[in-house]
């Protein structure tokens, strides 16, 4: 699936450099619907963790939730990722924004009318956990159908940009409206937000998906991005420090509730502050990606900002003051989104496009799907440690990650070259002999 060659992109547009990716009509439209949405998304996400603390005033509930919304991810990814390399990328994230909107419709009706139970949550997360699995492979694949290979990058930095404006606005009107309304308009609002995607979506001009037969069963090719993943030195050590950064860095947002009820007196309101103090920061992070047009560097990016990550994590957790808290949330959210937005631009830059959407999908499994594990963990560990010695446990095993990361760049960062030159050699899509030419370029590893 590529772009038409005129009208949909701006060829004449004289956006800055910052903004290039903006310069093609499909990602406009992504762009814009998916702003609204998002915000929506965070909205309810804040709304959801509120409404399982005041029913339950559970720290393991809280995990369990988020567990049942992201396990999902971790389980059906690299069968959403397949489908994402062998069927219509557009059609695939249009169906799924379809299913979350119905989902966040139903999860409002039964919040407004008093009818919702903890395990209404759980299913509905569950579910919303399976749409993700599917969406994500597909909407990371999708980026470069978009805008091409010369503005990937900057594309990637305006997606994070994106989630985290949206971070930044979601939260914010959620602990505003759960305070005065209840957690149901949010979910309601939410629901509201997909037409705006979906529109958006489906005013694309794509090219019709035109089937290739694939040798093998569906299962070898899920197998085949796994064996890629597995040869790739850099990639297979880029998603090992996301996964761990998942596991047991992150977590610390589903504790958020509890710091911000229990150790910084801040109740609803004071919970959506935040956790935009945290997207506004990890917006700052994605706004210097965005001004980046090469790859050079961003290994040591990501060692640094992880290793930052997880000392904020640890100050934050020794806070007992709700704005030095939130004023340590910015560094949190900037390194969080440095690790993760570098980590994404390197590894899309080292992947062949017949395999991108596989490949994304282990990266799904990694950003998402390690998540809801560390949310179980953390939920259990905070139940006998406390959270603050959970959030700090979590900053010291960044820190040890990063470490050991920092101490193999020099030989993962001659690896990725090697990979970036033979995706150029052969037009960004060497066919079914990629793993093969990997496993060749990396075999001192």
């Given at each position: 699936m590529k772009n038409y060659p005129v009208g949909n992109r701006l060829a004449e547009s004289k956006l800055p450099e910052s903004l290039r990716a903006l310069r093609h009509r499909n990602y406009?439209?992504?762009?814009?619907?998916?702003?609204?949405?998002?915000?929506?998304?965070?909205?309810?996400?804040?709304?959801?963790?509120?409404?399982?603390?005041?029913?339950?005033?559970?720290?393991?509930?809280?995990?369990?939730?988020?567990?049942?919304?992201?396990?999902?991810?971790?389980?059906?990814?690299?069968?959403?990722g397949a489908a994402a390399d062998r069927s219509s990328r557009h059609r695939i994230i249009i169906v799924t924004q379809i299913a979350a909107m119905v989902l966040a419709f139903i999860l409002a009706a039964l919040t407004l009318t008093h009818r919702?139970?903890?395990?209404?949550?759980?299913?509905?997360?569950?579910?919303?956990?399976?749409?993700?699995?599917?969406?994500?492979?597909?909407?990371?694949?999708?980026?470069?159908?978009?805008?091409?290979?010369?503005?990937?990058?900057?594309?990637?930095?305006?997606?994070?940009?994106?989630?985290?404006?949206?971070?930044?606005?979601?939260?914010?009107?959620?602990?505003?409206?759960?305070?005065?309304?209840?957690?149901?308009?949010?979910?309601?609002?939410?629901?509201?937000?997909?037409?705006?995607?979906?529109?958006?979506?489906?005013?694309?001009?794509?090219?019709?998906?035109?089937?290739?037969?694939?040798?093998?069963?569906?299962?070898?090719?899920?197998?085949?991005?796994?064996?890629?993943?597995?040869?790739?030195?850099?990639?297979?050590?880029?998603?090992l420090l996301l996964g761990a950064v998942s596991l047991f860095g992150t977590p610390y947002a589903v504790l958020m509730p509890i710091f911000a009820d229990q150790i910084l007196h801040g109740g609803a309101s004071g919970?959506?502050?935040?956790?935009?103090?945290?997207?506004?920061?990890?917006?700052?992070?994605?706004?210097?990606?965005?001004?980046?047009?090469?790859?050079?560097g961003l290994g040591r990016w990501v060692a640094v900002s992880t290793a930052g990550f997880g000392a904020s994590l640890i100050l934050f957790s020794l806070s007992h003051s709700y704005w030095f808290s939130a004023a340590l949330l910015l560094p949190v959210g900037f390194t969080m989104m440095i690790e993760m937005a570098a980590s994404n631009t390197l590894i899309q830059a080292m992947v062949p496009d017949n395999l991108r959407g596989r490949v994304m999908a282990v990266y799904s499994m990694m950003f998402m799907g390690m998540a809801?594990?560390?949310?179980?963990?953390?939920?259990s560990l905070a139940h006998r440690l406390g959270a603050p010695n959970t959030v700090l446990l979590g900053g010291a095993v960044c820190i040890v990650g990063a470490a050991?990361?920092?101490?193999?760049?020099?030989?993962?960062?001659?690896?990725?070259?090697?990979?970036?030159?033979?995706?150029?050699?052969?037009?960004?899509?060497?066919?079914?002999?990629?793993?093969?030419?990997?496993?060749?370029?990396?075999?001192?590893?």
């Open positions: 406009q439209l992504f762009f814009g619907g998916q702003f609204i949405s998002l915000s929506g998304t965070w909205m309810q996400s804040v709304a959801q963790s509120w409404l399982v603390y005041r029913l339950t005033g559970s720290a393991i509930l809280l995990g369990l939730v988020a567990f049942a919304s992201q396990i999902p991810v971790f389980l059906f990814a690299p069968i959403g919702i139970h903890v395990w209404h949550l759980f299913v509905l997360a569950a579910l919303l956990g399976v749409t993700y699995a599917f969406y994500v492979p597909a909407a990371s694949a999708f980026v470069v159908d978009m805008v091409g290979r010369e503005d990937l990058m900057n594309a990637i930095a305006l997606n994070s940009s994106l989630v985290n404006g949206a971070r930044i606005v979601g939260p914010a009107i959620a602990g505003i409206l759960v305070a005065t309304i209840g957690e149901g308009w949010c979910f309601f609002l939410n629901g509201a937000s997909y037409i705006a995607v979906i529109i958006g979506l489906m005013m694309m001009r794509v090219t019709p998906h035109r089937k290739v037969p694939l040798p093998g069963s569906p299962l070898a090719h899920v197998v085949e991005g796994f064996r890629f993943v597995w040869h790739a030195g850099p990639v297979r050590a880029l998603l919970l959506g502050l935040l956790m935009g103090a945290s997207g506004f920061g990890a917006l700052l992070g994605a706004v210097s990606l965005a001004a980046r047009n090469r790859v050079r809801p594990i560390g949310a179980l963990v953390a939920g050991v990361f920092a101490l193999r760049l020099p030989k993962l960062r001659e690896e990725g070259r090697m990979l970036i030159v033979a995706l150029q050699m052969t037009g960004g899509s060497p066919a079914v002999e990629a793993t093969g030419e990997v496993s060749a370029l990396t075999t001192q590893d």
